[in-house]
T-cell receptor, first 110, second 117 residues
């Protein structure tokens, strides 16, 4: 049974701070990792993907992957109230079905 | 990223009627599409995997005779909720994968909110 674990939150951060969202996964064969953002009442939206150990930056977002520890994280710099949403971590092995975590709710207060 | 559309975005129907939801890939061909359901404040739940030209694969506990899936072309999959009841009221989301060099990347449609009276 492949599992993806996330703290459900809410994670509360003040505007301008760095938000750190974490995810662990059970399947060592997982090769690709994704972060989705889901606003309340909306469908998930892909933010970032990461495949190799280390950091990947895209604007205010940085994904970090550590395959040895089976850990992937998402950092959001200069957090804005508009970043308030649920963030879903997802992993996949090759070309197969995506396994989602239950998501972490992020609240950014002005 | 790839664009996936859904229609309708919102539907209200009477108990006992059937509702069809369409999912289209707009700028790519989708061999595989997925159907999810999400209740308020709950996690995404995968209902079924839809493969073009073949029968859908349903997750455990999902009634295939109640949730009919048809994937007749590479750009269209439909989900029909038959004899809908109030407990079927939910947010239904489809997604499709784009095959890239190392993996399949999944993109979601905007969702369909179903309310059964």
């Amino acid at each position: 049974q492949k599992e993806v674990e996330q703290n459900s939150g809410p994670l509360s951060v003040p505007e301008g701070a760095i938000a750190s969202l974490n995810c662990t996964y059970s399947d060592r064969g997982s090769q690709s990792f994704f972060w989705y953002r889901q606003y309340s009442g909306k469908s998930p939206e892909l933010i970032m993907s990461i495949y190799s150990n280390g950091d990947k930056e895209d604007g205010r977002f940085t994904a970090q992957l550590n395959k040895a520890s089976q850990y992937v994280s998402l950092l959001i710099r200069d957090s804005q109230p508009s970043d308030s949403a649920t963030y879903l971590c997802a992993v996949i092995e090759g070309y197969s079905t995506l396994t989602f975590g239950k998501g972490t709710m992020l609240l950014v207060s002005p | 990223g790839a664009v996936v559309s859904q229609h309708p975005s919102r539907v209200i129907c009477k108990s006992g009627t059937s509702v069809k939801i369409e999912c289209r890939s707009l700028d790519f061909q989708a061999t595989t599409m997925f159907w999810y359901r999400q209740f308020p404040k709950k996690s995404l739940m995968l209902m079924a995997t839809s493969n073009e030209g073949s029968k859908a694969t349903y997750e455990q506990g999902v009634e295939k005779d109640k949730f009919l899936i048809n994937h007749a072309s590479l750009t269209l999959s439909t989900l029909t909720v038959t004899s809908a009841h109030p407990e079927d009221s939910s947010f239904y989301i489809c997604s499709s994968t784009v095959r890239e060099s190392r993996t399949d990347t999944q993109y979601f449609g905007p969702g369909t909110r179903l309310t059964v009276l």
